[in-house]
């Protein structure tokens, strides 16, 4: 069945839709041996011969959901034209190939899911799900209780406000430590939130993505989720439906 190339790109475990996308337009894909630039170009995995960078793309045996604690200094992708330390030096032990859903950036720590299941990735992203990703974070100063009450409701970044937040004091010090809930997760978010009211970012970690915990994983380890778990994201993001109904 012919599908959208940065859809069939996704559903194989290569990257996000989003960031697939980008490869083709850099013309970095191949279809039959002949470069595609365009996003509307479809193909079917199993007839034509689809290529990254050169790499036959292959569909998953199976489809993995990854929990990683992601350390500082590391940047949330599977390659870095830069030469920086990628999250994908972190999966030692992982023969399949997968992808990290959202990022973190380059700076900030903690809870990071990867998976090779497209569909899922797109909605753990996407605003409508409505799943709540949780940070700690720490600052170079308090807001005012007018600043936490205009945080709560949403900032203007780059000409669009940000979605409503959550916002509650964990510790009030010099630097005090907030905590920050998000249901969106645009680039360096939290970090220009707090840079709108004066404020710089000096740590920042996700503890929690919906109901999944970091818990005791320590900094670069990763690990499977289990059943249960899987299970419950797919409930919650509604993916059941879509299993029975064959749209998978």
Excluded: C
Aim: aromatic content about 6%.
């Amino acid at each position: 069945m012919q599908e959208r190339l940065q859809k069939i790109l996704s559903g194989a475990g290569v990257t996000s839709r989003r960031k697939a996308e980008q490869l083709i337009v850099q013309g970095r894909v191949t279809v039959n041996g002949n470069i595609v630039t365009e996003l509307g170009t479809k193909a079917d995995l199993d007839t034509d011969h689809i290529k990254v960078d050169g790499k036959l793309i292959k569909k998953p045996k199976g489809f993995l959901y990854l929990a990683l604690n992601k350390p500082a200094g590391y940047v949330t992708t599977m390659h870095d034209p830069e030469g920086r330390p990628t999250v994908q030096q972190l999966m030692k032990g992982l023969k399949e190939r997968v992808y990290p859903i959202g990022r973190l950036d380059y700076a900030s720590e903690g809870l990071l899911l990867l998976t090779n299941d497209g569909e899922f990735a797109n909605r753990v992203m996407s605003a409508h799900s409505q799943l709540v990703k949780t940070y700690i974070v720490k600052t170079t100063g308090n807001l005012t209780l007018e600043q936490e009450e205009h945080f709560r409701r949403g900032v203007p970044l780059d000409g669009k406000r940000t979605a409503p937040a959550g916002l509650r004091m964990l510790k009030n010090q010099e630097n005090p430590w907030y905590e920050v809930q998000l249901i969106e997760g645009r680039q360096n978010q939290i970090r220009m939130m707090f840079r709108y009211f004066g404020r710089l970012v000096e740590k920042l970690k996700r503890v929690k993505i919906g109901f999944l915990e970091l818990g005791e994983l320590k900094h670069g380890e990763w690990r499977s989720l289990n059943p249960k778990e899987v299970a419950k994201f797919r409930r919650i993001l509604k993916l059941e439906k879509l299993v029975a109904t064959g749209e998978r």
